[in-house]
């Protein structure tokens, strides 16, 4: 990284949300680099949104800091920031244009008016909506109105754009393709995006890093691969999904249900009892029963698992290979 890029990064220092006594988001610390896309995913009410609105301006910081590029932004004006934010609901202007909802921004900035459309058409040709320029919100579809919103939001040439939860309004044909979009866009301008989702797919599909938050903290960050194939804790194990959580007479383990096997009762690690059966198309899941009552998920690719069916009621041998196995942490 050039020490250009390191300077541009942005820091989040003790960052602390109350509430009146609701503790937020409780003295988080994270440092997102430059140019990249991070996601910060958690189950709803964790404190995403109100890390992000903090970031953005919109919402004041408890206690702690946020630099970006070295400068301490904590208490400036959203627009003073290097930061824009693209909302949850679009909330465009009803009675502007597509073109005047986007430079509506620099019309408060006091910016005159070709200098703003002017600014205003490039951001819409940046995000495809060229041709749609004269029409108003409503004669466009929910993917339109989000790029307007994102050009709404570029167009003061943020360091980082904020984005909460910006697909959950779309269909999921939509959701995919839109989202695509976005990874395109981000690496199209270079600059940094901070995405909040619950969807652990969506994370996992953007994310150069992600962010794990649970009750207020961050639980585990780190790039997309290694927070899902390396869980640290038994939450976020849970939450990415695809994992096994066993209780092992030497500690607690996260193992990934396409890592473990079956084979015949006796010749496994353990024995375990089959529970039930579900064909996914490329996969079947066979779900049962080790000691301890413990239920494991066992993800098998279908030519392997139809060469050999098992049914529910039978006894099998559970297989894994131990450096598989993820310890974790209380
Ligand atoms: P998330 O975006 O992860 O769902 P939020 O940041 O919106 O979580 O909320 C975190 C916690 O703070 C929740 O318990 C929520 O009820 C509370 N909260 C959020 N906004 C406010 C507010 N304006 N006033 C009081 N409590 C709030
Ligand atoms: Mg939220």
Not at 217 to 232: D, T, W, Y
Not at 291 to 310: C, Y
Request: with cysteine.
């Amino acid at each position: 990284m050039t020490a250009n890029a390191t300077k541009q990064d942005l820091e989040l220092v003790s960052v602390t949300k109350r509430y009146g006594d609701a503790l937020a988001v409780d003295a988080i610390n994270h440092h997102f680099k430059h140019a990249s896309y991070t996601c910060l995913l958690g189950p709803s009410g964790c404190g995403k949104s109100s890390t992000l609105r903090m970031i953005a301006g919109h919402e004041s910081v408890s206690d702690g800091s946020i630099l970006l590029a070295g400068r301490d932004i904590s208490h400036l004006p959203p627009a003073r920031r290097g930061t824009a934010m693209m909302f949850q609901s679009y909330a465009l202007f009803p009675h502007l244009t597509v073109l005047d909802n986007v430079a509506f921004s620099q019309k408060m900035a006091g910016i005159d008016a070709p200098t703003r459309r002017k600014k205003a058409a490039e951001m819409l040709e940046l995000v495809d909506l060229g041709a749609l320029s004269d029409r108003l919100p409503d004669q466009l579809s929910g993917g339109q109105q989000q790029r307007v919103a994102l050009a709404r939001a570029l167009i003061t040439r943020p360091q980082v754009l904020l984005l909460d939860e910006p697909l959950s309004a779309l269909d999921p044909f939509l959701r995919i393709r839109m989202r695509a979009e976005l990874k395109k866009l981000q690496r199209e301008l270079g600059i940094s995006f901070i995405h909040v989702t619950h969807g652990q797919d969506e994370a996992l599909a953007l994310a150069d890093e992600v962010v794990v938050m649970n009750n207020a903290l961050i639980e585990q960050a780190g790039p997309a691969r290694e927070v899902f194939n390396a869980p640290k804790t038994a939450f976020v194990a849970r939450f990415m999904g695809g994992h096994n959580v066993l209780a092992l007479p030497d500690g607690h383990f996260a193992i990934r249900a396409d890592a473990l096997d079956l084979g015949a009762a006796g010749q496994g690690r353990q024995d375990a009892t089959v529970t039930g059966i579900e064909y996914q198309g490329t996969h079947v899941s066979i779900a049962a029963k080790i000691a301890g009552d413990q239920e494991v998920i066992v993800m098998m690719p279908d030519a392997r698992f139809f060469d050999n069916p098992t049914n529910p009621g039978e006894t099998v041998g559970l297989i894994w290979e131990d450096t598989h196995l993820h310890r974790l942490t209380a």
